[in-house]
C-alpha cells in the first residue's frame, strides 16, 4: 500500500529530535518492506560537515539496531551529553558493528562521551582490533582522571600481551607487592587490607583540608583486580579482598570502577560478590532532611552540594545503595531481553552463594485503615534472602506470589496473607535457563539457598530427556542431601528413569539410605519389580544390606527370605565384610552404628546362614 501522508509533531521541535523521528520513522517503513525511488541515501540530510552519517554497516535485521547504527554516523556532530547517551545506549545493547564506530571516535570525544566509550567498547568488542586498543590508548592519555582510568582497564581487560601482568606486578605498592609474596593467602589478603585501610584512613583526614582522594590506593585496587583477570591464581585472593574491603569514601570510587569493569566483561565472580555487598552493606551517609551527615568529616552537608558531584570523600550513601541495588538487576534484566547466554552465567553467580541462614523469613504486623471497619491489624510475611533485590528478581520475577511493589521497595514480600510455595516457574527468560541445564544442575547441587535448589529442581523438571540422562553419580548424594528440595528432585528423576525403564540397579541402595518415607517406598517399589537388579551383583546386594534401618528390617527380611537363593551367598557374605570394613564410621554415631551392625548381622544370620 502506498504510505499516507501525516506528521508525527503537530508541534514544532529541535532539529536534532525531528532528525531522529525522521531516522526511526525512515528505517522503520524500510523494514516493512517500503523503498525510496530515489536510491536509499536519498533520505539522508545534506547538512554541515559533521552531520551527515558517515559511511556505517546498517545491514542489521534488528530496526533498533540498524537505526543506532544509522545514528552512530551523526556522532561528530552531536553535543557532547548526547552523545554520551547515544554511545551509552549502543554499549547497552552490545552493538558488535559498532566498535570499529566507537573506536574511531575516541580522537574526537569530548569528556562526557569520553568517560562512556571504554565500557562501551568493552561490551562491543567481541574480537580486538589495533583500531580499538589505538583508539583506548588515546583516551588513556587525557588529563580527565575518570575518562582514562576506565580506558586503563579497558585496555588491560582487552590486552592479550603477555606481558601485561608484569606491568600492572611493577605499578602496584611495595605493601601489596610484599603481600602477594606471603604463602599464607589469609595473611596476604590481612596484609593488602591493611595497607588499604590505613592509607585511606589518613587520606580521609587529610582530604578534609587537603581535598586529597585517596588516588594511591584506588588505582593499587584496580590494578589488583585486574592483575588477577591476568593471573588467575590470585583470583581467590582478590575476591577475599573485595569481599572485606569497606564501601567508605576514598575507596568506594575504585569499588564502582570494578564493578562497572565486570558489568561491561561478564565478570560472573566479581559482578556477584559486589551484588551481594551491595543489598547487605548498611550505607555509610545517610540523608536526613535534606542533608548528609559525613562521619568523617564531622559534619552535616547539604544534599545539592553532594549529588552529583564527582567527589571521593562522599561515598555509600543510601541513596547511592539504593541505585547500585536497582542497577544489578536492571543490568541483568537487559542482558535477558537481549537473550544474551550471559545473563544465566551472571544470575546463577548472584544465585549461587545467597545463604538464607544470614536472612530468615520473618512477619511483621501493621496496622491498616477502611472506612468501613475501622482499624484492623494483618500480618506481611516476607520469604527469606526478601532483602536480596537482585535475588528474588532472578526467582520469581514474573511470578504473582512475590511482589516488592509500594513507594520503591526494595524488599519483597508475599502478596498473600500467609507464606505460600512456588507450585510452578516463576523467573523471567525461562527459555535462558532452559539452554543451561549443566549450569542449573550445579546451581541445584552447589547453591546454599533451599529457594534457590527449589528453583533448579522446577527447571529441569521441565527438561525429561536431561533428567532421564542423569547418572546414580550424580542423584545419589541428592537422595541423602539434608536438603529437601534436592531430594525431591532426585527422587522424581528416579521415579521417572524407572517410569521409562532405564533405572540403574546402583541407586537402590540410595533410595534405602536416604531413609525418607518416600525413598523407602520407590526403592521397595523398584526391587518387588525388579529384584535382578541386586540378586545379580553382589556389591549391590551387599549395599542394601548395609543401608538396612529399624525401618526396613521387616521389609529386607522377606525380600532377602524370598530372594536369597536367587545370589551367589559366599560372594555377598564378603562383600558386606570388606564394605564394612572400610565403611566411614562416624564417631558421633556410634549408638547408631551399633544398632546398624547388629541389623546387618541378623540379616545375614537369617538368609545367608550357610555363607557365613
Not at 569499588?255 to 552493606?281: M, Q
Not at 545463604?355 to 520469604?383: C, L, M, N, Y
Not at 520469581?396 to 512456588?422: D, I, M, Q, Y
Request: a negative charge; hydrophobic letters at 45%; one cysteine or more.
Amino acid at each position: 500500500s502506498e504510505l499516507q501522508e501525516g506528521t508525527r509533531t503537530p508541534d514544532p521541535v529541535a532539529l536534532p529530535l525531528a532528525e531522529q523521528i525522521f531516522d526511526s520513522l525512515v528505517l522503520s517503513r524500510h523494514n516493512q518492506g517500503y523503498s525510496d525511488p530515489k536510491g536509499s541515501e536519498a533520505w539522508q540530510t545534506d547538512g554541515a560537515p559533521g552531520t551527515t552519517p558517515s559511511a556505517v554497516d546498517t545491514d542489521i535485521t534488528d530496526p533498533r539496531s540498524a537505526r543506532l547504527m544509522v545514528l552512530l554516523g551523526r556522532l561528530a556532530g552531536l553535543p557532547d551529553a548526547a552523545a554520551a547517551k547515544l554511545i551509552w545506549r549502543t554499549g547497552q545493547v552490545r552493538l558488535a558493528p559498532a566498535a570499529s564506530v566507537l573506536a574511531d571516535y575516541c580522537r574526537d570525544a569530548d569528556e562526557a562521551a569520553g568517560r562512556e566509550l571504554p565500557y562501551a567498547l568493552l561490551r562491543c568488542v567481541r574480537e580486538t582490533p589495533d583500531t580499538v586498543l589505538d583508539g583506548l590508548r588515546l583516551l588513556a592519555e587525557r588529563r580527565d582522571p575518570t575518562t582514562a582510568a576506565a580506558a586503563h582497564i579497558a585496555l588491560s581487560l582487552l590486552s592479550s600481551d603477555a606481558g601485561e601482568a608484569s606491568r600492572l606486578r611493577t605499578g602496584l605498592p611495595k605493601a601489596i607487592t610484599d603481600a602477594l609474596a606471603n604463602e599464607d593467602a589469609a595473611t596476604a589478603c590481612e596484609e593488602i587490607l591493611n595497607y588499604l585501610r590505613h592509607a585511606v584512613a589518613a587520606a580521609g583526614v587529610r582530604g578534609a583540608t587537603t581535598g586529597t582522594d585517596g588516588a594511591e590506593q584506588q588505582k593499587a585496587l584496580v590494578d589488583l583486580f585486574l592483575l588477577s583477570h591476568h593471573e588467575p591464581a590470585l583470583r581467590p585472593l582478590f575476591l577475599s579482598v573485595l569481599e572485606e574491603i569497606p564501601l567508605q569514601p576514598f575507596l568506594f570510587r575504585a569499588v564502582r570502577r570494578i564493578f562497572k569493569a565486570a558489568e561491561a566483561s561478564d565478570d560472573a565472580g566479581v559482578f556477584a560478590l559486589l551484588s551481594r555487598r551491595f543489598d547487605t552493606v548498611a550505607p555509610y551517609i545517610r540523608e536526613s532532611y535534606g542533608s548528609f551527615f559525613i562521619p568523617h568529616l564531622q559534619q552535616y552537608v547539604h544534599r545539592e552540594s553532594v549529588l552529583g558531584k564527582d567527589d571521593g570523600s562522599i561515598a555509600w550513601s543510601d541513596r547511592t545503595r539504593a541505585y547500585f541495588r536497582r542497577r544489578v538487576w536492571r543490568h541483568l534484566r537487559r542482558l535477558g531481553q537481549l537473550g544474551d547466554p550471559n545473563y544465566v552465567k551472571l544470575a546463577a553467580a548472584c544465585l549461587m552463594h545467597a545463604d538464607e541462614a544470614a536472612e530468615p523469613a520473618t512477619s511483621k504486623s501493621q496496622w491498616d485503615w477502611s472506612g468501613d471497619t475501622g482499624a484492623s491489624r494483618r500480618q506481611i510475611h516476607f520469604p527469606a534472602l526478601a532483602r536480596r533485590f537482585a535475588v528474588h528478581s532472578i526467582l520469581h520475577g514474573a511470578g504473582p506470589r512475590l511482589t516488592n511493589a509500594g513507594g520503591g521497595s526494595l524488599t519483597w514480600r508475599f502478596v498473600a496473607h500467609e507464606p505460600t510455595a512456588a507450585t510452578h516457574r516463576e523467573e523471567p527468560f525461562p527459555q535462558l535457563w532452559d539452554a543451561t541445564p549443566d549450569l542449573v544442575l550445579s546451581l541445584l547441587t552447589g547453591a546454599h539457598s533451599e529457594q534457590v535448589c527449589a528453583f533448579a529442581g522446577r527447571i529441569l523438571n521441565d527438561n525429561r530427556p536431561y533428567c532421564l540422562a542423569l547418572p546414580v553419580s550424580v542423584l545419589a548424594p541428592l537422595l541423602t542431601a539434608p536438603s529437601q528440595a534436592r531430594f525431591a528432585f532426585a527422587l522424581a528423576t528416579v521415579q521417572a528413569q524407572f517410569a521409562d525403564g532405564q533405572i540403574s540397579g546402583e541407586i537402590v541402595p540410595a533410595l534405602f539410605r536416604a531413609n525418607r518415607p518416600e525413598s523407602l517406598e520407590v526403592g521397595k517399589t523398584i526391587l518387588n519389580a525388579r529384584p535382578d537388579l541386586v540378586t545379580q551383583n553382589s556389591a549391590l546386594a551387599a549395599e542394601l544390606i548395609l543401608a538396612v534401618h529399624a525401618e526396613t528390617k521387616d521389609w529386607q527380611s522377606q525380600f532377602w527370605a524370598e530372594n536369597a537363593r536367587l545370589t551367589n551367598s559366599q560372594n555377598v557374605v564378603a562383600e558386606v565384610i570388606d564394605q564394612a570394613r572400610t565403611h566411614a564410621w562416624l564417631e558421633d554415631q556410634l549408638v547408631a552404628d551399633k544398632h546398624t551392625v547388629r541389623l546387618v548381622a541378623e540379616l545375614l544370620a537369617e538368609n545367608f546362614a550357610e555363607a557365613v
